[in-house]
C-alpha cells in the first residue's frame, strides 16, 4: 500500500499555485510590449486579461461540481495540461484572437489549481482549515514577487515577452512530476454529496459571502493586474511595487494564524476593506516615493481577503464542501473578468481626457492611472459597509443560546 504524504502534496499544491500567480504577474509586465508589438490598445489589453479571470471561474465552477467524481488528482491533472498548452500558445500567438485563446486556456489551469487544491487541503487539515488555506495562499503573492522579479530582470535585460513566457514551463514540469508521483488521500472530512452541496449554495449567507467575493477579488486583482499601467508614470517602480505589495502579503499569510484566531475571520475581513479602502484612494493621489508607502497600506489590507473568505466558508457553511470553495473563487475571478475591459476603458476615456486639456503625454497617463485607481476606490468602501454588518452577524449568531 502505497503511503500518502500530506507534505509533499501541500508542496505540490503550493508549486501549482505558484505557476498560477507567475502568470498574473509576468502577464501585468509585459502588457505594454504586447499593446506596442501588436499595436492593442487598453481596452484590447482588458478583454485580453478578461480571459484568463473567465477561464478560472469556468474551470472552479466546473471543477467544483465534479470535484465528488473526479477527486482533486485528476483536476490538478488538468490545470497541468492547461498551462502547458496555454503557456506554447502563447509563445506562439500572433495578435489579438490567438492571445485571447491562449489566455484563457491559462485562466482554466488557474481555476483547476484551486478547484482541486483548495478541498484537497480543507480535507487534509480539517482542524485548522483557514490557517492552512492562509498557508496555502502565501504561494500566490509568493509567486507573483518571483514573477514580478523576473519580469523586470527580463525586461531590463530587453528579453522578449516570449521568453518571459517560456520560463514559466519550468515549475509547471516540477509540479506536474510531484502530483503524478503521489498518492492522494480519500475525501474524509468534507461534504461529498453534490445535492447537499448545491442546496448549501443557496443559503443567505453563502449568498452575502459570494457578493462580497466579488469585491473583494476586484479590489485585490482588478487593481494589482492593471499595476504597470496605471503606476507607469507615477514616478515609482510598478514591479518592485507589485513585488513588495506580494512580498507583504506573502508574510501575511504565513503567520495569519494568530491573527485569525484573535479577530475571527469576518473582523479580519472588516479590517482589511478599511486598509485596502485607504490604500487604494492614498495611490489615487500619490506620486515618487509616496507610491510605496500607499502600497504598502493597500497591502496590507488586501493580504487576507482570498484565503479567509475561502476559509471562511469551509468553516461557517460546512454543507457546501468542495462546491462552495470552487464556487467562491469562481465568483471572484468572473467578477474581475467583468471589470477588466471596464478598467481598460476608464484608463483608455481618462488619458483622452487629459490630452485634451494637457499635451503632455506624461502626464495624461499619470492623470489616467489615478482616474481609475480612485474608480477602484469604491469596491473596498462598499466592503467596509458589508463586513461591518458580517461582523455583527456571526457575534450575534455565537451569542445565541444553542
Known amino acids: 500500500m502505497t503511503t500518502i504524504n500530506k507534505n509533499k502534496l501541500f508542496i505540490a499544491s503550493c508549486l501549482a499555485l505558484t505557476?498560477?500567480?507567475?502568470?498574473?504577474?509576468?502577464?501585468?509586465?509585459?502588457?505594454?510590449?504586447?499593446?506596442?508589438?501588436?499595436?492593442?490598445?487598453?481596452?484590447?489589453?482588458?478583454w485580453i486579461n478578461a480571459m484568463a479571470f473567465l477561464g478560472f471561474p469556468v474551470a472552479t465552477m466546473l471543477g467544483g461540481l465534479l470535484y465528488n467524481y473526479l477527486g482533486a488528482k485528476k483536476l490538478?491533472?488538468?490545470?497541468?495540461?492547461?498551462?502547458?498548452?496555454?503557456?506554447?500558445?502563447?509563445?506562439?500567438?500572433?495578435?489579438?484572437?490567438?492571445?485571447?485563446?491562449?489566455?484563457?486556456?491559462?485562466?482554466?489551469?488557474?481555476?483547476?489549481?484551486?478547484?482541486?487544491?483548495?478541498?484537497?487541503?480543507?480535507?487534509?487539515?480539517?482542524?485548522?482549515?483557514?490557517?492552512?488555506?492562509?498557508?496555502?495562499?502565501?504561494?500566490?503573492?509568493?509567486?507573483?514577487?518571483?514573477?514580478?522579479?523576473?519580469?523586470?530582470?527580463?525586461?531590463?535585460m530587453s528579453m522578449g515577452w516570449q521568453l518571459q513566457i517560456a520560463i514559466m514551463l519550468l515549475p509547471t514540469i516540477v509540479y506536474g512530476y510531484l502530483i503524478l508521483s503521489q498518492q492522494f488521500p480519500e475525501t474524509d472530512n468534507i461534504e461529498t454529496s453534490t445535492s447537499k452541496n448545491i442546496r448549501g449554495l443557496l443559503s443567505p449567507l453563502f449568498l452575502f459571502m459570494a457578493f462580497c467575493m466579488t469585491l473583494t477579488a476586484t479590489s485585490e486583482l482588478g487593481t494589482q493586474q492593471w499595476i504597470e499601467r496605471i503606476l507607469g508614470a507615477s514616478g515609482a517602480s510598478p514591479m518592485l511595487i507589485m513585488a513588495m505589495i506580494t512580498g507583504v502579503m506573502a508574510v501575511g499569510r504565513y503567520f495569519a494564524g494568530p491573527l485569525v484566531h484573535?479577530?475571527?475571520?469576518?473582523?479580519?475581513?472588516?479590517?482589511?476593506?478599511?486598509?485596502?479602502?485607504?490604500?487604494?484612494?492614498?495611490?489615487?493621489?500619490?506620486?515618487?516615493?509616496?507610491?510605496?508607502?500607499?502600497?504598502?497600506?493597500?497591502?496590507?489590507?488586501?493580504?487576507?481577503?482570498?484565503?479567509?473568505?475561502?476559509?471562511?466558508?469551509?468553516?461557517?457553511?460546512?454543507?457546501?464542501?468542495?462546491?462552495?470553495?470552487?464556487?467562491?473563487?469562481?465568483?471572484?475571478?468572473?467578477?474581475?473578468s467583468m471589470w477588466n475591459p471596464i478598467i481598460g476603458q476608464w484608463?483608455?476615456?481618462?488619458?483622452?481626457?487629459?490630452?485634451?486639456?494637457?499635451?503632455?503625454?506624461q502626464m495624461a497617463e499619470l492623470a489616467a492611472g489615478q482616474a481609475a485607481l480612485a474608480n477602484l476606490a469604491l469596491f473596498p468602501v462598499v466592503l467596509i459597509v458589508t463586513f461591518a454588518v458580517l461582523t455583527w452577524y456571526m457575534k450575534n449568531k455565537h451569542q445565541q443560546p444553542t
Open 76 to 156: 490538478i491533472i488538468i490545470a497541468l495540461v492547461g498551462h502547458i498548452v496555454g503557456l506554447i500558445l502563447t509563445i506562439q500567438a500572433g495578435g489579438f484572437w490567438s492571445l485571447l485563446i491562449s489566455t484563457f486556456c491559462i485562466g482554466f489551469a488557474n481555476g483547476a489549481v484551486e478547484a482541486g487544491c483548495n478541498p484537497l487541503i480543507a480535507d487534509m487539515y480539517h482542524k485548522n482549515q483557514t490557517t492552512m488555506l492562509n498557508r496555502f495562499h502565501v504561494w500566490f503573492p509568493g509567486g507573483i514577487v518571483i514573477g514580478a522579479l523576473l519580469s523586470k530582470f527580463m525586461t531590463d
Open 347 to 361: 484608463i483608455d476615456d481618462a488619458r483622452q481626457q487629459a490630452l485634451l486639456a494637457n499635451s503632455d503625454p
Open 262 to 336: 484573535r479577530l475571527n475571520p469576518s473582523g479580519v475581513l472588516f479590517a482589511s476593506a478599511i486598509f485596502t479602502a485607504l490604500g487604494i484612494f492614498s495611490m489615487s493621489m500619490a506620486t515618487g516615493p509616496m507610491v510605496y508607502v500607499s502600497a504598502l497600506i493597500f497591502a496590507i489590507g488586501v493580504t487576507y481577503f482570498w484565503p479567509t473568505m475561502i476559509g471562511f466558508v469551509a468553516e461557517n457553511i460546512p454543507q457546501t464542501g468542495a462546491l462552495g470553495m470552487s464556487i467562491m473563487g469562481g465568483v471572484g475571478m468572473f467578477a474581475v
Open 19 to 46: 505557476v498560477t500567480a507567475m502568470t498574473f504577474a509576468i502577464r501585468a509586465g509585459i502588457l505594454s510590449q504586447l499593446s506596442q508589438d501588436f499595436a492593442l490598445s487598453d481596452t484590447q489589453l482588458g
